[in-house]
């Protein structure tokens, strides 16, 4: 598979989890007792977490707590993704 293609449906699903959380964590500060909903962000949540996760061991971080140090401030390395790096 092309690692452009591959880059750009990780970055896809991380942003389209991100969007669930926020939309249901929304949603949860005007119906804090919806059980339902509260799995719903619950479920998502850690999707989102999974794909940040996933994305970053393949392409590296997007987040700035993403960064391993263990190789020095590998921050700035790299194309991130608003600079073309998914596109």
């Known amino acids: 598979m092309n690692t452009m293609i591959s880059r750009e449906k990780a970055m896809q699903?991380?942003?389209?989890?991100?969007?669930?959380?926020l939309d249901v964590g929304l949603y949860l500060d005007?119906?804090?007792?919806?059980?339902?909903?509260m799995d719903y962000y619950n479920k998502y949540q850690q999707m989102y977490k999974e794909a940040v996760r996933d994305y970053e061991e393949h392409?590296?971080?997007?987040?700035?707590?993403?960064?391993?140090?263990?190789?020095?401030?590998?921050?700035?390395?790299?194309?991130?993704?608003?600079?073309g790096g998914c596109s």
Not at 13 to 21: G, I, L, N, R, S
Not at 63 to 79: A, L
């Open 13 to 21: 699903y991380v942003q389209e989890t991100c969007f669930a959380v």
């Open 30 to 37: 005007t119906h804090p007792c919806d059980e339902k909903a």
């Open 59 to 83: 392409f590296g971080p997007i987040r700035v707590n993403g960064v391993n140090t263990c190789d020095g401030w590998t921050w700035t390395e790299g194309p991130w993704p608003w600079e």
